[in-house]
Structures are given as C-alpha cells and as structure tokens.
C-alpha cells in the first residue's frame, strides 16, 4: 500500500545530542514538510522541500537540519542547538499538481532525558 | 509565520448533535484540506476541496470551500463519540512554491 512511513514512534536522547527523524513515502509525491506539534498546540512548519536536492526553512527551522537526496525520503536531524527538542514530529507529503491532497505519518514522539 | 484562523478553539457537544466550524485566511488558496487527529497519531485527511464554492460530503462529514477562497467550512451531523478529536483546516496553493499551511485546531468533545 502506498504511504507515508515516519521511525521511530518513540525516541528518547540525551541533551546535546543530535538524532536524526526518518520520513519514507512511496506515493510519488515531489513536495515533503516537517511539522513540529507540542500538547494541546497546532502545527508548526519546520522545512519543506519541492523537489529533490532542494528544501526550504519554515517558521521553526532554527536548530534543526535536513537533506532531500532522494524524492523518497526527508529525513529531519534535530541538533544539540534546539533549545526544546522534546516534542512529537510529523512528516507530511503532497504533489504541485491541481487536486492534490497531503498526508501524514504516524510521527515521531521525541523525549529529551 | 502565517497560520490560518480557525473557530471555535474547542467545543464540547452532545452525542447526536450537528457541528460546524470554520477556518478563515488573510490570503487566498485553491485547495483546502480537512483533517482530524487522534491523541499520539497523525492526522488524517477527511475532506479535500478544489473549486471555490464546492460542496463535498463524506459520511457525516461534509465541508465547503469559501466563494473567496479565503475560507473553509466543516459540519459533523449526529455526532457520535469517536468523533473526539483535534480537527485542522490547511490550505494550500499547488504549483510554484506550495506550502501547506494549517489552521490553529478545533478540540472537539463528544459527551453521552
């Protein structure tokens, strides 16, 4: 079936590391966006990229990082320079084309210990 | 960064009856997208609109896309629990530099 496939559901690090989100999908989509949700908040825009070798900053993207290699993948680092790293991060995708939707992953819930 | 208005901010209704809710932007979009998310998971696409005034439905859900593409509606009819839910409106311009952008939430709670 096609989707969108974000690992791990649960991460835990320890302050001053960096880890590295995984974000997978198989629908073919050009467009893939990293959002960043704290409890009982909405969705905040970290990076997004339209195609491949290509990604632009959201609203948030200071102390994280990513790479789009490949049109498949969008994995998202989180630096030891986010202040507040612990928070649940979800992966979206979408094409440019008219009628598009965008789906989600099943996101990443990441605890700093 | 832009996020869209949405209203109300939460809501606490009965089982069984109707809901609405709008979502409302400071600039246009052709697409608009309902979605509702459980705790810890995801959100889920319900609803996408195309063309500006379009009614779509699905099940009980049924959503419009604003005259000035400035704004979006959803209704829930006959809620039942598994309603319970955060519900996000995102618009989104296809074609060059498009971003999805996501309104604030409705927190909905279904009481028996």
């Known amino acids: 079936d096609g989707g969108i496939t974000q690992s791990p559901k649960y991460l835990f690090r320890k302050e001053g590391q960096n880890v590295t989100l995984s974000c997978e999908q198989n629908?073919?989509?050009?467009?893939m966006y990293w959002y960043r949700q704290d409890p009982g908040q909405g969705l905040r825009l970290i990076y997004y990229?339209?195609?491949?070798?290509?990604?632009q900053k959201g609203d948030i993207a200071e102390g994280y990082s990513v790479s789009r290699e490949k049109k498949e993948s969008f994995p998202l680092t989180v630096t030891s320079a986010q202040k507040n790293p612990t928070a649940f991060y979800l992966c979206?995708?979408?094409?440019?084309?008219?009628?598009?939707?965008?789906?989600f992953g099943q996101g990443t819930r990441l605890t700093v210990v | 960064g832009q996020q869209l208005n949405q209203s109300p901010q939460s809501m606490f209704i009965q089982e069984g009856e109707d809901v609405s809710m709008n979502c409302t932007s400071s600039?246009?979009?052709?697409?608009w997208l309902w979605y509702k998310q459980d705790p810890g998971e995801g959100p889920v696409l319900l609803i996408a609109?195309?063309?500006?005034?379009e009614l779509t439905s699905n099940g009980r859900l049924t959503a419009q896309f604003g005259i000035t593409r400035k704004d979006s509606f959803l209704n829930i009819s006959a809620s039942i629990p598994s309603d319970v839910g955060i519900y996000f409106c995102?618009?989104?311009?296809?074609?060059?530099?498009?971003?999805?952008?996501f309104g604030t939430g409705t927190r909905l709670q279904v009481t028996l």
């Open positions: 995102a618009g989104l311009n296809t074609g060059t530099a498009s971003k999805l952008t």
């Open positions: 990229s339209q195609i491949v070798n290509d990604f």
């Open positions: 629908l073919n989509h050009d467009a």
């Open positions: 609109l195309y063309k500006a005034g």
């Open positions: 600039s246009i979009f052709n697409t």
């Open positions: 979206a995708s979408s094409t440019p084309r008219r009628n598009t939707e965008a789906f």
